[in-house]
């Protein structure tokens, strides 16, 4: 997707990037990592009460939300292995991520782990660290394979009215089919429409209150 993409601060000083022919972001202007930090750790990832995790991404995007998950498993003391798949049809060049903000904002006393998240081999497991493996997956999500026994979904891609084929029950069934029992499933998108086809797709659906600027976010759970 030959795009454009503008570097712009948000709210509580972390950066986003612009797009100005979709007029959408990739994060809230409101603070990119306050909201991500609220939806993917807080609502997502603390809510799977098991050790060892397989989490999906759909979206790999900046990876911001990797970044603070492999923090988050490495501090925590809480997990003993996370693998981290991201699928991500559109990675970004280094020229992109080289100037982000992330590494000196989420993680300091180890910034270059940022960079490691980017420079990782694509279509195969690398391990990062005893308790992290991150899997980058190039693709489209609606085609391509995924990885089995799910316990968590970051679902993460571009809103329904920037990006609608990633928005439908036909791909949330295939997000439950791939998933385990009891797999947790997080949103920013709070659409009502969102809502009611992932239920229909087997998720039990709750909305939850959102970061600064966002009302509602949403959890599902494979039951």
Known sequence: ?????????????????????????????????QESSHIFIGAGLHSV??????????????GLN?????????LSGRFR????????????PEEITSRLNYGERVWPERKSCFELLHRAEWNKPVDLSGCFTLHKI????????????????????????KQPEMWNEAFYHKLYTHS???????????????????????????RLPGPPGKRHILRGRKI
């Open 1 to 33: 997707m030959q795009m454009e993409r503008q570097l712009q601060l948000t709210a509580d000083g972390s950066h986003t990037l612009y797009i100005p022919e979709m007029d959408e972001h990739y994060h809230s202007v409101n603070g990119a990592i």
């Open 49 to 62: 009460e098991k050790e060892d995790i397989q989490l999906l991404e759909i979206g790999f995007g900046t």
């Open 66 to 74: 990797a970044l603070l998950t492999w923090k988050e498993a490495e």
């Open 81 to 92: 292995h996370i693998t981290y798949y991201a699928i991500e049809r559109y990675p970004l």
């Open 138 to 161: 190039e693709g489209d999500s609606n085609t391509c394979p995924l990885p089995d026994n799910i316990n968590l979904i970051y679902m993460d891609a571009f809103a329904p009215e």
């Open 180 to 206: 385990v029992e009891g797999a947790v499933l997080v949103t920013y998108c709070a659409k009502g429409e969102v809502r009611r086809t992932m239920q229909s797709a087997g998720f039990d659906m709750e």
